[in-house]
């Protein structure tokens, strides 16, 4: 097996550290393992730039391959570039698309057996890109609210419901917004039909297990598109409702499709890519890199 390159979060908690060394235990059986602990983008440049033909493994959740993906786009070294993944993060959503184990043994023999398959990636017109998920709305004003939470529980080993309970927060006062969404370049959303939500996939799950884009697949090259148009009364509840089961695609007022191309905008909004908030934002573009790079499956 060829040498590996481990990167994880040298700022990660004792559980992660005990749920690596289980990884680590079927990776040295069959191969060498360098392990790089970064803390900041400046760090991770560092180790990328001596990576060499090794194959990097990311030892992280959602946050962490974002980063790392997003250094080697940046590096212009992603395209054709073999990654492995041990999901050691709060959320894990992308791990979950992508159908990887999140038993670190598991995962670990996952990255020594496993077929390297080529995956999509998102990215907008500043070349910032999506791993996992892309929303703006009521979803990432949860996600606002909920990272407040998750570094309060985060604390007391409680920051996987962090999500949930911004969500909940969110609830009590979403944020509507007028918006004109394109798909391919047809307006599917114009300014005169508020949305609650818009929810761009490339990995299905988002806060840790909210399914957001239940048919997001990161292999297909396409984005799979939500659209909540649910803003009113019982009609936000009925689709609060089926969103926590994951059934919302079936309500009067959410519209699905797939594209490889979607444009945002509107009045200010703030979007949540890969759990990372960014705005306020008054347009956004974003496309599908059909396998961008390859990850073992």
Known sequence: MEPLLLITNSQAGSSDQANLELALDVLRAESSVEIAATANPGELDGVLHRAGSRRIVIAGGDGSIHAVVAALHRRNELSGKVLGLIPLGTGNDFARSAGISEDPAKAARTVLH????????????????????VHLGASAQAGRLGSAVKGVLGKVKLGKIGYPIGAALAALRPHVLRLKVEVDGTVVND???PVLMVSLGNGSDVGGGTTLNPDAEPT???????????????SKVNFAALLTKGEHASHDDVLTMRGTSVTVAGEEFWTSADGELHGPETRRTWRVEPGAYLLTR
């Open 114 to 133: 496993g077929k390297p398959t080529p995956t999509d990636l998102l990215v907008d017109e500043f070349g910032d890109i999506v791993v996992n998920n």
């Open 191 to 193: 300014l005169d039909q």
């Open 220 to 234: 297909d090259g396409t984005i799979d598109v939500m659209i909540s148009r649910a803003v009113q009364g019982w």
